[in-house]
């Protein structure tokens, strides 16, 4: 039998999804100069509170540093945004006129966005600018380890979003995480596709969901180094990235 909390965070995904759908209607009418805009003040709010972010997480979390933090908060502001800011996503965005085929950019709807306690606030900061350029909804479902991080991250990147005239509600976060409502959040009729990080049972349990997934879980692999590789720098490298946001007092 569902506890009381389950069911309030049952109601409340379901109150998000709601707002969500009426905010991105308003969102996919907009024009590409329009959305750009919206994406540009998300992608400088993230990184004005980077380092503020970074010190939440790892406060609330007890993992990684703050300065690794929040270089993973800049690479998605900064980075990340670059990547995409000049990328078309309003109206027809290719021609081929050789074999008659336009392609016309189509917004999926509502993202589910389930998010991990190693990394709360970059990956929302990634998932918020992605879904939204693409004139997408997103709606967090957070780590129970990472709630207050994570649902902050949401906040700004909603609010940023709303300066440059983004509909409310177009950006949100659950504010009580539980396992029920991460189910009603990915299987709900409203929830149009699942972007998941997290641990295997997480994911294996958004492939499962019945909606169109895409899933991360833990990138610890070993690693081979050919013979023909800079044995030095290789090596320094793969130390890097196996001790970049780890707690200092560790190494």
Known sequence: MLRDIDLQSIQEVRNYLEEAKAAQKILEKMTQSEIDK?????ANAAREEAGRLAAMAVEETGFGNVEDKTLKNLFAANDVYNSIKDVKTVGIIRRDEENRVWEIAQPVGI?????PSTNPTSTVIFKAL????ARNAIVF???????????????????AAERAGAPKGLISCITQPTMAATNELMKHKLTDVILATGGPGL?????????PAYGVGPGNVPVYIHESANIAKAVQLIIQS???NHPKQDF
């Open 203 to 211: 994911v294996k349990a958004a492939y499962s969901s019945g909606k």
């Open 38 to 42: 919206i994406v540009e003040s998300m």
């Open 130 to 133: 992605i879904a939204v350029k």
């Open 111 to 115: 993202v589910a966005g389930i998010i």
């Open 242 to 244: 196996c001790s970049i």
């Open 141 to 159: 479902s957070p780590h129970p380890s990472a709630a207050k991080c994570t649902a902050e991250a949401a906040r700004i990147m909603q609010e």
